[in-house]
């Protein structure tokens, strides 16, 4: 098996919950324990409310895509066989959006407004990405 | 809102530029340095009547101050993002303004080009915090989040690519007016589409031109700029407002909300609207900035910008003269420093072949998720 060679994960202290949950087919997102709002940003404290107590949840995983491009320029040398390639920029039925990948679609069937869910694929033996399929 | 006190109270004394494209051996402090020689001898002033230092992109001010060797009473230093252009400008009036200096110099120097940046890639700074957490899906440069909004755009409103190619045939043309300018051969609107994409759906010719280059303005109030050597352009208005909360993807709006009430506040100071308007200075990372910029502050109605930029409408000679330097698109991308001389230059009447007809006042645009105006006058008010 060829080294993976694209771009992996900077786990940080404030993250790891959230790479550890995908690691476990979960997709978490931290929530407000004052004001109950979602977020994806690890932040140390609320951005509504200010609250510095969140607590890591299991999303739905579904959502749907907010709008998305496709590259045909490799800025990585990992993607350099990939073009082109999407990045689908998807919003969560809790609210907070990411940057991730759609898989199971062409490029040219990809709509804005598509439902969409989570699905894991390990990319190395340590390492877990979240990318997401049309919902089935 | 800026104290419409302010109105006309302080003036562009003077600007400089060196040449833009590759120039090898310049590094920032050089390019800047070069710049703001020029823009000393354009306002008549030597290093000794400058008391305000505020430098962008250029990494140290106080190595450029000694460089210079400046003993400045006020100085600074903003990051090398292109909001910060008109973020500067402002700040400058305001030091003016509640007396911390007398005269301002903002010098700006880039060695992009020659450094071989490339805003994509393990190098991207671009947005809150910067892009590392999207790159094990690929996702980076601003040019890609541009195209993600443009594709949202179109879903929402039915904008097309070729509408986009509109605004970089305009500039182009303008590029063709200006020596200084770095692209000056014309396209067509096939030739637009006919470009590679980069991100799709964004062409190549969507994006802005990384190039070498230095640009320095030297502000001051208005009545010592009366002075001076060359007729002062006055600051007729300037605002500020930003959408910061939830920047790590692009917002809901296009940014409009930030516009709208950069809009009211800068129209209100200047004592002017849009329609008095001689020719704008349109902030161009990426040609869907322009329309953001256009619908934000009420140019055209919100999702009608495609069309509006049809028919030669931003061209020397339409309605609505834009980017007369080719902005960054085609002249070179200075982060917005270039367009606020071009601005200035325009007030003057030194355009030459692109000269707008009588430009009395001149208006410089920058959406992003900082956005500023600055409305430059002829007249004081």
């Given at each position: 098996?060829?080294?993976?060679r ?11 919950p ?21 977020r ?31 590259f045909?320029k ?10 082109p ?40 033996p ?11 | ?7 006309g109270?302080i ?14 051996g310049?590094?920032?402090y ?14 008549g ?20 101050g ?69 790159f ?5 440069s601003p040019?890609?989040?541009?195209a ?22 305009a ?35 969507d994006?802005?031109l990384?190039?070498d ?71 161009d ?12 502050f009420g ?7 495609g ?49 707008v ?21 002829k007249?004081?008010?």
């Amino acid at each position: 098996m060829s080294a993976y060679r694209k771009p992996l994960p900077a786990v940080d202290d404030l993250n790891r919950p959230f790479w550890e949950g995908v690691r476990r087919r979960e997709l978490r997102l931290l929530r407000c324990e004052g004001c109950g709002g979602y977020r994806f940003r690890s932040f140390r404290l609320c951005p509504k409310c200010g609250g510095d107590k969140a607590t890591w949840v299991e999303t739905s995983g579904k959502g749907t895509i907010w709008s998305y491009g496709i590259f045909h320029k490799a800025y990585f040398e990992g993607f350099k066989d990939e073009v082109p390639y999407n990045v689908v920029l998807v919003e969560l039925a809790e609210g907070p959006r990411l940057y991730t990948n759609l898989v199971g679609a062409r490029n040219d069937q990809i709509r804005i407004g598509m439902p969409v869910e989570a699905v894991f694929e390990d990319v190395t033996p340590e390492v877990t990405l979240v990318k997401f399929k049309p919902a089935g | 809102m800026p104290d419409k006190q302010l109105r006309g109270r302080i003036a562009v004394a003077g600007v400089g530029n060196t040449a833009f494209g590759k120039l090898y051996g310049n590094d920032p402090y050089d390019l800047g340095a070069r710049a703001l020689k020029e823009a000393l001898a354009d306002a008549g002033l030597s290093r000794d009547d400058i008391d305000g230092l505020l430098v962008s992109r250029i990494p140290d001010y106080q190595r450029f101050g000694e460089m210079m060797g400046l003993n400045p009473r006020f100085a600074g230093i903003t990051p090398g993002q292109g909001r910060m252009s008109g973020a500067s400008i402002e700040l400058a009036a305001m030091a003016i303004h509640c007396g911390m200096a007398k005269t301002v110099a903002l010098v700006y120097g880039n060695n992009g080009r020659t450094a071989g940046d490339r805003y994509g890639g393990e190098g991207d700074r671009y947005g809150s915090g910067g892009a590392g957490p999207w790159f094990p899906y690929g996702m980076t440069s601003p040019g890609a989040v541009h195209a993600i909004m443009f594709q949202r755009h179109a879903h929402l409103y039915g904008t097309r690519s070729e509408q986009l190619a509109h605004i970089a045939v305009a500039f182009r043309r303008h590029a063709g007016l200006n020596p200084s300018a770095v692209m000056r051969d014309p396209i067509t609107v096939a030739d637009h589409q006919a470009s590679r994409y980069i991100c799709e759906p964004l062409h190549l010719l969507d994006y802005c031109l990384i190039n070498d280059g230095g640009v320095a303005i030297v502000l001051t109030s208005a009545e010592r700029a009366r002075d001076l050597r060359k007729p002062p352009v006055y600051i007729r208005g300037f605002a500020q407002a930003t959408r910061l909360s939830e920047s790590y993807v692009p917002p809901d709006d296009f940014w409009r909300a930030p516009l709208e009430a950069v809009a009211g506040d800068v129209y209100a100071m200047a004592g002017a609207g849009r329609d008095d308007m001689d020719a704008l200075m349109i902030y161009d990372n990426f040609s869907p900035t322009v329309l953001f910029s256009l619908e934000g502050f009420g140019f055209c109605p919100v999702g009608e910008g495609g069309r509006f930029v049809e028919g030669g409408r931003l061209e020397l000679g339409g309605r609505l003269p834009t980017n007369t330097s080719g902005g960054h698109l085609s002249e070179s991308y200075m982060q917005g420093w270039a367009l606020n001389v071009e601005a200035v230059r325009q007030i003057r009447g030194e355009c030459g072949a692109r000269q707008v007809t009588d430009a009395g006042l001149v208006q410089y645009i920058c959406a992003a998720p900082l956005v500023t105006s600055i409305i430059y006058g002829k007249e004081p008010s």
